[in-house]
Every structure is written in C-alpha cells, then in structure tokens.
C-alpha cells in the first residue's frame, strides 16, 4: 500500500476536489462519466480518456495508429494501475458500485484519430483534442485540415491569453 500512496502523491491534492466537487470547475467524481488525463511521456504527449460509465479508456496519440505498440502503452499501462488505485483509495467503487473490488478497466481504440504532421505538435494536439471531445464528444467527426490545425490553434490560444491579459491588468 505504500507503494501505491507514493505513486498517487501528485493526485492526492485534487483528489478532494473531485471527491467532494467542492473546488471549481471539478465536479464530485460520482457525477463525472468521463476523466480526460494529458500525459508527458519522453518528449511526447497523448491523451487518456477514462470512461467510468463502462470500465474502458480511449487512448488520443496523433503520432501512432491505434493498437501500435510504442513507448505510450507502457506509460498508458501505469497509468491505467494508478487511476484504477485512485478510485480505489478514495472509495469511488464503495460510493458508485458498493463494492470494495477493483473493476478492471479495457482499453477502446479510437479509429479516426487524426494524426499530426511531423514531430513537435503534440502538446497542441492534446489540447485539440481536449477541446474537440469536451466540446463535440466524437473525434471521429474531427473535419479540420490537419496540416494547418495546429498553427490555427496556437494564433487562436495566443490570442484567448492576450484578450485574458488585457482584461485583467490594473486601469492605469
């Protein structure tokens, strides 16, 4: 069990929040059916989706193909371990399903996730991605030319930061 509190760490502040929706914009996490996680693995980001509706989570990598094995399915897999453990010590299964055991998780392969072009554009395709499915729901319905998706997205943020920027200094 040590193991296990050493390994969730990080979560344990945030855990409260989505345990008792006490902190906005968390909601409680018996209210939640989807938990999106962004994930840094050795220069590359990807997205988890954990669908607590049906034990299954879908992968967003816009570098691999679905079901390709590659340096995120190990990172995926411990992060499968530690979710499933965070349920657990924050008694989601007691609260949601009575019971103390473990539901196993499966993963769902996501067919039409759209793939970037070149190396450097993860992290921004994460947040696409975040955006798309928190938005829209279904990536498969992703329409955008993936070749300028990532520029557009950036010039879009930057200025989401300007305006917030110029909002929020002080009147002079």
């Not at 006490?22 to 209210?31: A, F």
């Not at 319905?141 to 950036?154: F, H, I, K, T």
Request: charged share 25%; net charge negative; proline share 5%.
């Amino acid at each position: 069990m040590r193991e296990i509190e050493s390994q969730l760490y990080p979560v344990q502040s945030t855990a409260k929040w989505f345990d008792h929706g006490t902190e906005q914009p968390y909601p409680h996490i018996l209210e939640t059916d989807v938990v999106y996680i962004p994930v840094h693995e050795t220069c590359h980001w990807f997205l988890i989706a954990f669908h607590l509706n049906n034990w299954s989570y879908t992968v967003y990598d816009s570098l691999e193909e679905p079901g390709s094995s590659s340096l995120v399915d190990e990172k995926t897999k411990k992060l499968v371990y530690r979710f499933s453990h965070w349920l657990w010590l924050f008694d989601y299964y007691q609260k949601r399903s009575n019971t103390t055991e473990f539901e196993e998780f499966t993963r769902t392969y996501e067919e039409d996730v759209p793939q970037q072009i070149g190396t450097s554009d993860c992290g921004v395709w994460v947040c696409m991605f975040l955006e798309w499915l928190t938005s829209y729901g279904d990536i498969s319905a992703w329409n955008e030319d993936r070749s300028d998706a990532p520029l557009q997205y950036r010039k879009k943020m930057a200025k989401i930061f300007f305006q917030h920027r110029i909002a929020s200094e002080p009147n002079l």
